[in-house]
Structure formats: structure tokens, C-alpha cells
């Protein structure tokens, strides 16, 4: 099983940038698909970013062109860099396998607000 631990968010402007981490412990990094997701109040967990284990990534329709998933294999770390950020993006964000299994971190609160 996997343990993760997401961390970088915070208060930003908005228009402004953020990079969230996510370490995950576990020999069985390397093969898994990993996924961020978020979670606005209100709201259901959503799917945001997902990168494979060999690093094909995709993106929901909100968030294309302006975050980017990656993966350092070396490190057992996965990143989401957040650009052009929106208050819409508010939200606990966090990492999970993708399909998402029942093992969830605390996740990382995102604010965007002026």
C-alpha cells in the first residue's frame, strides 16, 4: 500500500502560481498511475491531473493548459504545477492512485483569493 503526503498550498492571488508535492512511500510506486484531485467545499472529490507510471499525462477540461502533472520516480514524489490560478480552483487537493484507492492524506488546502 501506499502512503502519501501532499504539501505547497496556500493563499495566492489569483493569477498567481503554486507547486504542490506529493511523497509517496511504498515499493510499489514505480507502477502506479497517480492522480491529483481536489475538493471544494460543497463539492465531490474531483480527478484533476492524472500521470502514468511511464508519464503520459491528462488534464480535466478545467484545468488544461494551466496545471501540469509530474512524477520523480527517484524521489517517489509527484508534482502539480498550478499557473494562472483561479478562485474556482479553491480547494483540498490531493494525491491518490488513479483508480483512487481508500487510502487518502491529509490533503493540501489551495486558497486563491484577492
Known amino acids: 500500500q501506499v502512503q502519501l503526503v501532499e504539501s505547497g498550498g496556500g493563499l495566492v492571488q489569483p493569477g498567481g502560481s503554486l507547486r504542490l508535492s506529493c511523497a509517496a512511500s511504498g515499493s510499489l510506486f514505480l507502477i502506479y498511475a497517480m492522480g491529483w484531485y481536489r475538493q471544494a467545499p460543497g463539492y465531490h472529490r474531483e480527478l484533476v491531473a492524472v500521470i502514468t507510471s511511464g508519464g503520459m499525462t491528462n488534464y480535466a477540461d478545467s484545468v488544461k493548459g494551466r496545471f501540469t502533472i509530474s512524477r520523480d520516480n527517484a524521489k517517489n514524489t509527484v508534482y502539480l504545477q498550478m499557473n494562472s490560478l483561479k478562485p474556482e480552483d479553491t480547494a483540498v487537493y490531493y494525491c491518490?492512485?488513479?483508480?483512487?484507492?481508500?487510502?487518502w492524506g491529509q490533503g493540501t488546502q489551495v486558497t486563491v483569493s484577492s
Open positions: 491518490n492512485t488513479e483508480p483512487a484507492s481508500d487510502n
